[in-house]
């Protein structure tokens, strides 16, 4: 139990830092071969590019769970908790609906790579690995909506002010 209290306050923030790293790594070291040794690597980029496709991902799901996504909230904030409350377990709700429909047309992509075999152009890899992105990302985030979907309601049930957002940097 622990550990997934660990990974639900942890788990993006993990993998967004190990991607990142993983990501200055390989680009330094391009750029060290290209211009030092004048050679370059054919998995160099397209292995950070995709590694930068997934972490943006996971980042929009921790931005979504630190509710730092963009929001213009002047009128909501002048209403009451229980309004205030209300109006944003509307925003969740209507953000999960538009997840679902984006995580449906991502699936397509990637289950036909799956069933066609279709391999990356440098390093001739399966190209689903790559294509999970979309989806992978959409699943957190459908998570992250559900968990505040749920504390908001929690939150309009007991009358108390909304959550307030996250410090993006602490």
Do not use: C
Request: glycine letters at 4%; charged letters at 20%; a positive charge.
């Amino acid at each position: 139990m622990k550990l997934i209290r660990f990974l639900d306050r942890n788990g993006e923030k993990i993998l967004a830092l190990w991607l990142y790293l993983f990501i200055v790594v390989v680009i330094f070291n391009e750029v060290l071969r290209r211009f030092v040794l004048s050679y370059s690597s054919l998995w160099g980029e397209e292995t950070a590019r995709y590694s930068f496709i997934y972490m943006v991902w996971i980042g929009a799901a921790m931005a979504v769970k630190d509710r730092l996504h963009i929001r213009i909230t002047i009128l909501v904030d002048r209403l009451n908790y229980r309004l205030q409350n209300f109006f944003s377990m509307l925003a969740w709700l209507l953000g999960m609906v538009l997840a679902v429909i984006a995580l449906r047309y991502s699936l397509e992509p990637f289950m036909l790579s799956i069933k066609y075999q279709s391999v990356t152009d440098g390093l001739r890899i399966v190209q689903a690995w790559y294509l999970f992105a979309v989806p992978f990302g959409f699943s957190l985030i459908m998570i992250r909506f559900t968990q505040a979907l749920v504390e908001d309601g929690r939150r309009l049930v007991a009358n108390q002010p909304p959550r307030g957002r996250e410090k993006l940097f602490q």
